[in-house]
């Protein structure tokens, strides 16, 4: 039997505000254990929350970004648990008028756009962290920190639209460049600024009703997002193939083992008897605030590629990838002003640049090579000062150094040779080096005129310009 892959995810992303949700205590990571807190975040009984109007503005910058409609009337609701970590007994969330509903996201799969539907988005606070001994040497106990409680989150409920893996991960890098565009969150994935649950179920290939699904838990990476997926898949699968029956759970995928494992039984919505807040009243935002918030958004990630591809005339494969971060789109942009071949630039950011980057596990603004040094050395390039081969070493020198290029070159004399008769000299010593080639060459096999250049550059350190080896070549070999 042939299934279909069908999945819907649901990601959390940390706002990052100065203060909280529902008070004014520090919203910031770090802190040590219960330095930010406050009888409202601590869940005293009689403190009142009050909303954040930044967490609502932002709230709306996403949905915008998103293609939702936002709600002109949306509302709080508690949602009841225990957990040690969250001392009120319920989390103040959104259930049944969250502020955006009914949106779309874009990814490309394989050169294909692809729409995903958003079904909502809702703002909540965070819960606290429970820490336990064994960590900290004391098996007995366990520690609770609260500077994280009240922290505000938006939750983005997708359709059930996505249809692998590769296409989550396409979807949650579409939804972590828009929030980084926006800049309403830091996204840093480590810290947990955002992580997602992906909700995974199998249907026979033609079949209309979705099968039973099983939701995984909190994952922070884009590779454990995709080994959870695909584990989960093959486990199904197996399941459904000896026929036997999904159970319907929540599971928790275990990264060191690479399997996912079954925490408990789906809790349903009625399990958290949810209620509507009765400290918040309900929020009305009217289409001035919202028109407000519209006027204020950036270029997006999808409006950045199109231009990408228009403007500089790159193919789509790189205009996703230099788009795919704002730092990167904006490292681009300054790298490639007034260069001749802007592919020429993009080849250079996403090779050596991205490299750097990722083996140096830092922003893109924090390389050495600035886009400004890019530029410089891409412009020593054009005007003919190095080749393309020298550049290379030049640019390894600008990552371990941070000098700039110009400097780079004249210190370590990499000038690009044009001086003609210099030029003319070596190819001279080249071809009555290599009589045998030439002869061949006369013959008719004219693509050793590539031999021929390697010597030349050989004998000159890859300093010639190899426009003029090559030139000065054909010139005397056909003569
Ligand atoms: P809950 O809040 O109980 O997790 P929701 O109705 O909010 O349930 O759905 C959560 C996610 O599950 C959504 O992203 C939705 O697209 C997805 N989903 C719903 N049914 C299925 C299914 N059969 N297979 C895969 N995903 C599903
Ligand atoms: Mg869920
Ligand atoms: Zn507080």
Redesign the pocket.
């Known amino acids: 039997m042939e299934y279909e892959v ?5 990601v959390h992303t940390q706002l990052s505000t100065k203060s909280k949700i529902f008070c004014g205590c520090s919203a910031r990571f770090g802190a040590n254990p219960n330095e930010n807190t406050c009888p409202v975040c601590l869940g005293m009984p009689g403190s009142l929350p009050l909303l954040n109007s930044e967490v609502v503005n932002r709230a709306i910058k996403a949905g915008l970004a998103t293609n939702c409609t936002i709600a002109s009337k949306t509302k709080f609701d508690r949602k009841n648990y225990f957990y040690p970590d969250l001392p009120k007994g319920y989390q103040i969330s959104q259930y049944d008028m969250p502020i955006a509903i009914n949106g779309r996201i874009d990814i490309h799969v394989n050169g294909v756009k692809k729409s995903i539907g958003v ?1 909502r988005i809702h703002m909540e606070e965070d819960a606290g962290k429970l820490i336990h001994g064994e960590n900290l040497g004391d098996q007995s106990s366990s520690y609770v920190d609260l500077n994280r409680a009240g922290v505000p989150l938006l939750e983005i ?4 639209d996505i249809r692998s893996s590769e296409e989550a991960k396409k979807y949650l890098g579409k939804i972590k460049a828009i929030l980084e565009y926006l800049d309403v969150s830091d996204c840093n994935m480590e810290e947990g600024s955002l992580r997602c649950d992906a ?3 199998l249907r026979p290939v033609g079949r209309k009703e ?2 039973t ?1 099983t ?1 995984v838990k909190n994952m922070n990476s884009f590779r454990f997002l995709k080994r959870a997926i695909d584990y989960e898949v093959e486990r199904q699968r197996q399941i459904l193939e000896d026929g036997g029956a999904i159970i319907q759970e929540t599971r928790l995928y275990d990264s060191d083992r690479d399997m996912t494992m079954s925490m408990r039984s789906k809790e349903e ?1 009625h399990d958290y008897r949810y209620f509507p807040e009765p400290d918040l009243e309900p929020l009305v935002i009217d289409s001035a605030w919202i028109e407000k918030v519209r006027a204020s958004l950036p270029e997006l990630p999808d409006a950045k590629f199109e231009r990408f591809v228009e403007q500089y005339d790159l193919p789509e494969y790189d205009a996703e990838v230099l788009t795919a971060s704002r730092q990167i789109a904006d490292y681009y942009e300054t790298a490639v002003k007034d260069a001749k071949n802007p592919k020429t630039v993009s080849n250079w950011v996403m090779g050596e640049v991205l490299r750097i980057v990722k083996e140096q596990n830092i922003s893109p603004e924090q390389c050495a090579v600035t886009p400004a040094m890019l530029n410089d050395m891409i412009g020593l390039i054009d005007t003919g000062v190095i080749s393309g081969k020298i550049a290379k070493t030049v640019f390894e020198e600008m990552a371990k150094t941070g000098a700039d290029p110009k400097t780079i070159v004249e210190q370590k004399g990499l000038v690009q040779i044009t001086d003609t008769s210099f030029i003319e000299e070596e190819v001279g010593k080249v071809i009555s080096a290599n009589p045998e080639q030439v002869a061949q060459y006369k013959a008719g096999k004219t693509k050793l005129i590539g031999y021929f250049v390697g010597q030349v550059m050989r004998a000159t350190k890859g300093k010639a310009s190899p426009e003029s080896v090559n030139r000065i070549l054909r010139q005397k070999l056909d003569q």
């Open positions: 069908v999945i819907g995810l649901e079904t409920v997708s359709e059930p909700n995974i179920s979705f099968g699904r939701e919505a």
